[in-house]
């Protein structure tokens, strides 16, 4: 087996799990601020009294 293979493989797989970890993260902290909340969705369709 080729070193620099496997050590390119390694790199790799961290990398794979920092992105995740940090995609998780930012989901975790969007979640905990209010940006997924259901009436977002509808503010769309309410009418703006100006």
């Not at 961290?14 to 979640?31: H, P, R």
């Amino acid at each position: 087996m080729d070193a620099g293979m496997t050590t390119t493989a390694w790199v790799l797989l961290g990398v794979m799990v920092c992105f995740t970890a940090s995609a998780l993260l930012l989901a975790y902290w969007a979640k905990q601020h209010g940006h997924f909340d259901e009436d977002v969705k509808y503010r769309v369709l309410e009418d703006d009294e100006r």
